[in-house]
């Protein structure tokens, strides 16, 4: 089993930044690659970035790609989701999950963390 627990989220005005962090317990964690997802209001949950075990690859939705970093640092047991140029569509509750294998699919995660919100005002 690996716990997942992130934090870092909040509110935030239009054109801002956050950074959130996903810190891991349980399992080495440097064996899993790190997943970022987010459910808006009304919405499905949708891939957003995902980091591979080492952190030399990266992955994003094309919404996100620019504007937000994934990366990890396996020393402290912590992934992490650079935030910026926030916009209101933003808006969601973000869960980091990790896996075996880097993926964009949800279903392929296994094991996930509580979720932290974040709203960004227009």
């Known amino acids: 089993q690996v716990q997942l627990v992130e934090s870092g989220g909040g509110l935030v005005q239009t054109g801002g930044s956050l950074r959130l962090s996903c810190v891991a317990s349980?399992?080495?964690?440097?064996?899993?690659?790190i997943g970022w997802f987010r459910q808006a209001p009304g919405k499905e949950r949708e891939f957003v970035a995902c980091?591979?075990?080492?952190?030399?690859?990266?992955w994003y939705q094309e919404s996100v790609e620019g504007r937000f970093t994934v990366s990890r640092d396996n020393a402290k047991n912590t992934g992490y989701l650079q935030m910026g140029s926030l916009k209101p569509d933003d808006t969601a509750i973000y869960y980091c999950?990790?896996?075996?294998?880097?993926?964009?699919?949800?279903?392929?995660?296994?094991?996930w963390g509580q979720g932290t919100q974040v709203t960004v005002s227009s």
């Open positions: 349980g399992h080495t964690f440097e064996n899993y690659a």
């Open positions: 980091v591979s075990h080492q952190g030399s690859n990266t």
């Open positions: 999950a990790a896996n075996h294998y880097a993926s964009a699919e949800e279903d392929e995660y296994e094991f």
